[in-house]
């Protein structure tokens, strides 16, 4: 059972170039989350989507685009980079019908800006 | 969404068993108290909820006094791969996209 699976691993972009992070979950969850962690800090919420077809803007969006693509996928987009958003992106899913919201969190995306 | 807060930091050593606190003097009736455990590079895992009184699973316990307004995380002889980043979050059904992660309190056992 994969769970939450996040690509790539690691990237390294320069200031003004654009790029996909790409995440998926196997577990049949209706809601999906991006998130940001800087060094040092908690994580904070970028975007979120509550089931197929629908986002939300969380606590810090500017600069990202996401697309529910289907159940399974939701990509977050940078679409012209900056040192700023230099930090590691988590994707995570909520099972559905849950009282309490249990996080499932994805092994994250090292990106840096160059 | 109740704030929390718990300590910036703890030290341990192996093989005792570790205590952390987390106050949410503002819990609401539907809300449950939730810890996650972050490992570096790793992303937050789920490791044990709790509505009131005890709660244990295979890897912690955790303790909510009568009013809610604390609980306490504990960790049984820990070891040095337990040393990690311990999240309280207080949640409930929808609130998952409200939900502020704090720096948490970052366990170091030490040998």
């Known amino acids: 059972n994969a769970g939450v699976t996040q690509t790539p691993k690691f990237q390294v972009l320069k200031t003004g170039q654009s790029m996909t992070l790409q995440c998926a979950q196997d577990?049949?969850?209706?809601?999906m989350y991006w998130y940001r962690q800087d060094p040092g800090m908690g994580l904070r919420l970028i975007y979120y989507s509550a089931s197929e077809g629908t986002t939300d803007k969380g606590e810090v969006p500017n600069g990202y685009n996401v697309s529910r693509l289907n159940k399974r996928e939701f990509s977050l987009r940078l679409e012209s980079a900056a040192p700023s958003q230099t930090s590691v992106y988590f994707c995570?899913?909520?099972?559905?019908?849950?009282?309490?919201?249990?996080?499932?969190f994805g092994s994250g995306t090292q990106l840096s800006v160059l | 969404l109740a704030k929390t807060t718990q300590p910036i930091s703890m030290d341990s050593y192996e093989g005792q068993e570790v205590n952390i606190t987390c106050s949410h003097n503002n819990i609401a009736t539907n809300d449950y108290i939730t810890w996650y455990q972050q490992f570096p590079s790793q992303g937050p895992r789920f490791i044990i909820q709790g509505y009131k009184t005890k709660v244990t699973n295979e890897v912690a316990s955790l303790f909510i006094p009568a009013d809610r307004k604390s609980s306490t995380l504990s960790l049984p002889r820990v070891s040095l791969s337990d040393t990690a980043v311990y999240y309280c979050?207080?949640?409930?059904?929808?609130?998952?996209?409200?939900?502020?992660f704090g720096s948490g309190t970052q366990l170091t056992v030490l040998p």
């Open positions: 979050l207080v949640v409930n059904s929808g609130s998952a996209r409200q939900l502020t």
């Open positions: 577990m049949n969850h209706n809601s």
């Open positions: 995570a899913s909520s099972a559905p019908g849950d009282r309490s919201e249990k996080l499932f």
